[in-house]
């Protein structure tokens, strides 16, 4: 097995845990308290690093990299409280919906070009969130699967954001903004709400602050290794380590719209990872 699908793996396994991680920590703590730690935790690791390999900031950009930041707290805490209140199999099926949104915002904001037979792929990712959301039910879990869907959709807008970015900006420094942002827009949404950990809670937020790194920079080096549709393909094993994971952890059992919907998704998902291939795509963080 070829290094660049080892850790595309190893990152989708490494994110996973992470997930594990902050739906223990939900259990005990507000959603926007581990968002606080996870964003703080992160910055001072990039700060660090920024000083190692001498990374300046920027003088010009300022405006979109504060906006990046912004719409990457906002998925955080999205996806932080989707992953409280849903199966961590339905969370991380939702979370793979952000390549649909990413299409759209690259065409509307990027004016990049799309193949047209990709276009007959999209609804299935409609279709999907119909399985998913089951919006006949009008219950709490559709409330929070739409929220889900929203995760995704900020993770696409950042995503779009990081590629207009990574032309004039070090990764570093993309990263320390979203990091940065994170930590300071969560202050004042725990300020009611603020819980002191148990030590147990500690373990958890530490642990959701430097595994999340981890993953990116293991997923980075996937990138780096290997074409970037392969990598993208291969993540979707996430799915699975999640589902695993809260099986084993939570007793949850997905459903059988679950299972469809993720099918829809994921194949949506791979067909639009397609038109990637042959190009040379940077990934900024």
């Not at 906006?67 to 849903?86: E, K």
């Not at 950990?197 to 080096?221: K, R």
């Amino acid at each position: 097995m070829k290094n660049g699908i080892i850790l595309a793996v190893l990152s989708a396994f490494t994110f996973s845990i992470m997930n594990v991680l902050v739906k223990a920590a939900s259990e005990t703590i507000p959603v926007s308290e581990i968002v606080f730690f996870r964003s703080l935790i992160g910055t001072i690791l990039v700060l660090f690093l920024m000083w190692k390999y001498q990374v300046a900031f920027s003088r010009k950009g300022i405006p979109m990299l504060f906006l990046r930041g912004a719409l990457g707290a906002a998925y955080l805490l999205a996806y932080f409280y989707t992953i409280a209140h849903i199966p961590l199999g339905d969370a991380s099926i939702l979370a793979h919906m952000s390549p649909f949104f990413a299409l759209i915002f690259s065409i509307v904001f990027l004016k990049e070009s799309v193949n047209k037979q990709i276009i007959l792929w999209m609804p299935l990712f409609l279709i999907g969130a119909v399985f998913l959301l089951d919006p006949f039910s009008f219950d709490s879990y559709t409330l929070y699967a739409l929220v889900g869907v929203l995760s995704a959709m900020l993770a696409a807008a950042a995503a779009t954001s990081i590629r207009y970015l990574s032309r004039s900006h070090h990764k570093f420094e993309i990263v320390f903004y979203f990091l940065a942002t994170g930590t300071v827009i969560s202050i004042p949404l725990m300020w009611g709400e603020f819980v002191m950990p148990s030590l147990t809670g500690w373990v958890y937020l530490i642990g959701i602050g430097v595994v999340s790194l981890v993953g990116q920079f293991v997923l980075t080096s996937a990138f780096t290794h290997e074409n970037v549709m392969v990598v993208e393909v291969v993540r979707y094993i996430g799915i699975f380590f999640n589902v695993m994971w809260g099986f084993l952890f939570w007793g949850e059992v997905i459903s059988l719209g679950s299972l469809l919907g993720g099918a829809c998704i994921i194949a949506g998902s791979i067909a639009l990872s397609r038109r990637k291939k042959g190009k040379k795509v940077e990934k900024a963080a």
